[in-house]
């Protein structure tokens, strides 16, 4: 009875003690002669699935004589790009030119051409518009004066600082309108 014992353990062996990720510990654990632990088995493949990898591996609608040629193609290609590359620079250098050559004059020309053909209605409304944002900046300046506005922001700041330009618009309009 030995003897079987012995031939038993002859034919087992032991899978040592591992510490997992987390600290705990596997049990040593005990295995059958040729056991292969379930990481290594390699995975099935059927007879077609290794066929169709042994072939070359190419980009699908890529045949194996196109790939011979690849060398011409690349040349072609390159040549391609810069021929193409050469056109847009082109074609942007002319719509450059073009944008220059529209002329982005005030909003006055703009609003004229769009909206109403009297250039004397447009200077009306931009006199109206310019005498608003005076009589904003002169609340800004009273709030301020008065204490209501102790830190004004750096927007407030600037439409202080562009009074005097809106003063010299307006009078400079009034004098175009002969008002």
């Known amino acids: 009875?030995?003897?079987?014992?012995?031939?038993?353990?002859d034919k087992e062996s032991w899978i040592p003690a591992t510490r997992r990720p987390d600290?705990?510990?596997r049990k040593a654990r005990r295995v059958k002669e040729g056991y292969v632990p379930q990481d290594e088995v390699e995975k099935y493949e059927s007879k077609g699935k290794k066929w169709v990898n042994s072939g070359p591996q190419l980009p699908p609608g890529l045949h194996v004589?196109?790939?011979?040629?690849?060398?011409?193609?690349?040349?072609?290609?390159r040549k391609k790009k810069k021929k193409?590359?050469?056109?847009?620079?082109?074609?942007l250098d002319r719509v450059n030119k073009a944008v220059e050559e529209i002329s982005?004059?005030?909003s006055e020309s703009r609003?004229?051409?769009?909206?109403?053909?009297?250039?004397?209605?447009?200077?009306?409304?931009?006199l109206k518009n310019l005498k608003k944002k005076l009589r904003q900046i002169e609340e800004l300046q009273s709030k301020?004066?008065?204490g209501e506005v102790t830190k004004p922001e750096a927007n407030q700041l600037?439409?202080?600082?562009?009074?005097?330009e809106f003063e010299e618009e307006i009078r400079a309009l009034e004098k175009d309108l002969g008002l």
């Open 1 to 9: 009875m030995a003897e079987a014992r012995e031939e038993k353990s």
């Open 23 to 25: 600290g705990t510990w």
């Open 65 to 77: 004589d196109e790939q011979k040629s690849s060398k011409n193609h690349k040349k072609h290609d």
């Open 84 to 91: 193409d590359n050469e056109q847009n620079q082109g074609s």
């Open 104 to 106: 982005l004059n005030t």
């Open 111 to 126: 609003a004229s051409n769009l909206y109403t053909s009297d250039p004397n209605e447009v200077k009306q409304k931009k």
């Open 144 to 146: 301020i004066d008065s």
């Open 158 to 164: 600037e439409k202080l600082a562009k009074r005097t």
